[in-house]
């Protein structure tokens, strides 16, 4: 395997930074509505499959969408259970 010049590893550097600072400015933020991809994704699979339990609520944020955390999977369905889109869906 070749050496990386310093140049060259600072320039990886930078670049990488960039992407990832790209990344969570475009994956955290919630559009105006206040949802984010995460949440359509389960709105949407939900449209589709009808509406489940809570529990098949946090099941769905795990297996469709990359949240892996349970907590973090409940308190979304929590906040989602919130949000106007989700009870226009379940009434």
């Known amino acids: 395997m070749s050496e990386v010049s310093r140049e060259e590893f600072e320039a990886l550097k930078a670049r990488v930074e960039e992407l990832e600072s790209q990344e969570s400015a475009t994956e955290t933020h919630a559009d ?15 449209k589709n499959n009808g509406v489940k339990s809570r529990l098949a609520l946090v099941k769905l944020y ?8 349970t907590n973090t999977a409940k308190q979304r369905a929590q906040n ?12």
């Open 80 to 91: 989602l259970e919130q949000h106007p889109a989700y009870r226009e869906l379940v009434e």
């Open 32 to 46: 105006t509505d206040g949802l984010d991809r995460r949440d359509r994704k389960v709105l949407t699979h939900m």
């Open 62 to 69: 795990k297996r469709i969408t990359d949240v892996t955390n």
